[in-house]
């Protein structure tokens, strides 16, 4: 009997199943004077947290750019997640992010997807209290109703959130794109330990080729 499901990773966005979900890129993650980072010295900025910001601004935000653009314009669904709290005090926060300190209250700055790729008036923007946006908020559910089987993740950070997403959207049968150049984290390192540890998770691609194969499905 012939396999009724797919048997590699490796296979092209279907627009009509796909959707982009851009992971934690905001204020307080992505921002000199966001919350993670507004306590930290200047000189910790320039040397421990440098490649970091430098990622951030000179190739994976730009990246970010040009994926919003060519998926919206492709029509495909996107998404974004933001750390932040359904609580002003962070009371409803996980005991991760209790013992981390990461606090990021209702409705506040920090809480915002960064300008730079802000979300559109009818796009879905989910707050969460876990690493992995599949625990602290019901993304399954909405894919599930959007009809979403192949999804595309960008963000912050690579090795953290991301990777958390990454591994359950693929235990809950999504297929799962990583886009390696429009995803940081705070060292070289750090970031191709994780690209090497989910390679059997997701399929791995750069801006410029999934832009392309999603102009070229589109054309077709």
Same mark, same amino acid.
């Given at each position: 009997?012939?396999?009724?499901? /797919?048997? @590699?990773?490796?296979?092209? =966005?279907?627009?009509?199943?796909? %959707?982009?979900?851009? #992971?934690?890129?905001?204020?307080?993650?992505?921002?000199?004077?966001?919350?993670?980072?507004?306590?930290? /010295?200047?000189?910790?900025?320039?040397?421990?947290?440098?490649?970091?910001?430098?990622?951030?601004?000179?190739?994976?935000?730009? !990246?970010?750019?040009?994926? $919003?653009?060519?998926?919206?314009?492709?029509?495909?669904?996107?998404?974004? @997640? @933001?750390?932040?709290?359904?609580?002003?005090?962070?009371?409803?926060?996980?005991?991760?992010? *209790? #013992?981390?300190?990461?606090?990021? /209250? *209702?409705?506040?700055?920090?809480?915002?997807? +960064?300008?730079? #790729? %802000?979300?559109?008036?009818?796009?879905?923007?989910? /707050?969460?209290?876990?690493?992995?946006?599949?625990?602290?908020?019901?993304?399954?559910?909405?894919?599930? !109703? =959007?009809?979403?089987? $192949?999804?595309?993740?960008?963000?912050?950070? @690579?090795? $953290?959130?991301?990777?958390? %997403?990454?591994?359950?959207?693929?235990?809950?049968?999504?297929?799962?794109?990583?886009?390696?150049?429009?995803?940081?984290?705070? !060292?070289?390192?750090?970031?191709?330990?994780?690209?090497?540890?989910?390679?059997?998770?997701?399929?791995? +691609?750069?801006?410029?080729?999934? +832009?392309?194969? #999603?102009?070229?499905?589109? %054309?077709?």
């Amino acid at each position: 009997m012939a396999a009724d499901f /797919p048997t @590699t990773r490796e296979i092209p =966005l279907d627009p009509k199943e796909s %959707a982009l979900l851009f #992971i934690d890129v905001q204020n307080f993650c992505a921002r000199r004077d966001g919350g993670e980072f507004k306590d930290v /010295p200047d000189s910790d900025i320039a040397g421990k947290y440098s490649y970091y910001f430098e990622r951030l601004k000179s190739l994976a935000i730009p !990246n970010m750019q040009r994926l $919003q653009k060519a998926f919206r314009g492709a029509g495909i669904e996107v998404l974004y @997640t @933001t750390i932040e709290s359904l609580t002003k005090d962070g009371r409803d926060r996980s005991l991760d992010y *209790k #013992i981390t300190g990461f606090h990021v /209250p *209702k409705g506040s700055w920090d809480g915002k997807v +960064i300008d730079e #790729i %802000a979300p559109g008036d009818d796009e879905i923007v989910l /707050p969460k209290t876990s690493s992995s946006v599949f625990v602290s908020t019901h993304i399954d559910y909405l894919l599930r !109703n =959007l009809g979403v089987k $192949q999804l595309v993740l960008s963000g912050l950070v @690579t090795d $953290q959130c991301v990777e958390s %997403a990454i591994r359950d959207a693929c235990d809950l049968g999504y297929l799962v794109t990583l886009v390696r150049d429009a995803c940081a984290t705070y !060292n070289q390192e750090r970031h191709d330990n994780t690209l090497r540890a989910i390679k059997g998770y997701c399929r791995q +691609i750069n801006t410029d080729a999934l +832009i392309e194969e #999603i102009s070229t499905r589109r %054309a077709a």
